[in-house]
């Protein structure tokens, strides 16, 4: 078994990520994709909680005539959704999982529950988090970086639709410079849209190091642990 670089990890997919090429729902070539990754890496030995935005069902932007509050409660839900989805589609692959939930709903998943999402990750289950930090104004990418630190997760791996940190957004700009190598503070001053700036400075508080990758080619997870070059690492 091949030596890892980060044995603990958390995972941060955007809702997007599950969609494929529809943008919207799930698709289930492109989930059970990322799924066998993940599969791959818990058989190589890694610790994997995954944290699931919700963007595929529901926006704020959708929401815009809508209550703040109400919005981002209706997010949060969306995250539950993709959330059962993930465990669904490893739990067919044979992988262990247990879903736990900012809100509680008892009857599909456990609540949060840091020392039980510590034991279930000591046990080789892979634990997702739903629903967000359970609060409004709070971002997908806030309750990553908090519930990594709460597990003491070694890395952040960020799948994204683009293959790391650029510039500018490289689908708008063909002149926009990708960075294999960047600092928190730098990723702050430069208003790159990475992580929301609660998030990236709770990474640079706790010394978390995120990796931005492209998802559409999930062999990108195995890559990071095992310490492969790959997209843009972000750290101190």
Known sequence: MPNLKYKRVLLKLSGEALAGESKHGIDAKTIGGICDKIKELVDLGAEVAIVVGGGNFWRGKYGSEMERTTSDYMGMLATCMNGLALQSSLE????CTRLQTAIEMREIAEPYIKRKADKHLTNK???IFSCGTGNPYFTTDTAAAL????????????GKTIDGVYSDDPKINKDAIKYD??????????????MDSTATSLCRDNNIPLIVFGIDNPDNMVKAILGEKIGTIIEN
């Open 125 to 127: 289950r892979v634990v």
């Open 147 to 158: 519930r990594a630190a709460e597990i003491n997760a070694e890395v952040i791996l960020v």
């Open 92 to 95: 067919s692959r044979g992988v």
């Open 181 to 194: 190598k960047i600092s928190y503070l730098d990723i702050l001053n430069k208003d790159l849209k990475v």
